[in-house]
Nanobody, 119 residues
Framework: QVQLVESGGGLVQAGGSLRLSCATSGIFFKINDLAWYRQVPGKQRELVAVIRSSNRTTYANSVKGRFTISRDNPKNTMHLQMNSLKPEDTAVYYC?????????????WGQGIQVTVSA
């Protein structure tokens, strides 16, 4: 059974930092591409950051230079370090994993975790 479990969310003031983690099980972690998405009620889910099995990373323009995605293959865990947070970063954040379609239709999703940035 595949499981992705996010942790590390919460409430932070603008300018602060949070580190999200995504613990996985049931997938061949090191060959999967991984990503963080976020969603605000009433809006489409937004791709925030991707880390490929090759460790190549890409970021949404809105978070470039502030967020860092990383993976720990031996621990089957992914992280998102979020610095200089802004109120517009407030959303439910989801981790995702897929072998081929991480930017279009990931097969595996976490349950989501709330991040709230106060002004």
């Amino acid at each position: 059974q595949v499981q992705l479990v996010e942790s590390g969310g919460g409430l932070v003031q603008a300018g602060g930092s949070l580190r999200l983690s995504c613990a996985t099980s049931g997938i061949f972690f090191k060959i999967n591409d991984l990503a963080w998405y976020r969603q605000v009620p009433g809006k489409q889910r937004e791709l925030v950051a991707v880390i490929r099995s090759s460790n190549r990373t890409t970021y949404a323009n809105s978070v470039k230079g502030r967020f860092t995605i990383s993976r720990d293959n031996p621990k089957n865990t992914m992280h998102l370090q979020m610095n200089s947070l802004k109120p517009e970063d407030t959303a439910v954040y989801y981790c995702a994993a897929d072998r081929w379609y991480i930017t279009t239709n990931p097969s595996h999703w976490g349950q989501g975790i709330q991040v709230t940035v106060s002004a």
